[in-house]
């Protein structure tokens, strides 16, 4: 079973709850779908800026040059 959370929405949140449930959507299958979509770009810019770093990472880039220059010898054609 789901945990509960509660929380005291705003005009704003109220405004946004009634335009995701305007439909007839209960409250309950609104609210976790959009809080999924809102967390989506905030997730991808995390992960973009670890890639970031990752490449300009000089060690790491090194790294991984080897990885793929040992994998080379192990081709079978």
């Known amino acids: 079973m789901a945990d509960t959370i509660t929380f005291r929405p705003d005009d704003d949140a109220w405004r946004a709850i009634e335009a995701l449930t305007s ?3 209960p409250v309950s299958a609104a609210v976790p779908p959009a809080l999924i979509d809102a967390a989506r770009p905030k997730a991808a810019g995390r992960i973009r800026a670890e890639g ?3 490449a300009d990472d000089e060690v790491d ?3 991984a040059a080897q990885v793929l220059r040992d994998m080379e ?3 079978a054609w």
């Open 23 to 25: 439909d007839g959507t």
């Open 52 to 54: 970031e770093a990752l």
């Open 61 to 63: 880039r090194a790294a």
């Open 73 to 75: 010898t192990l081709r």
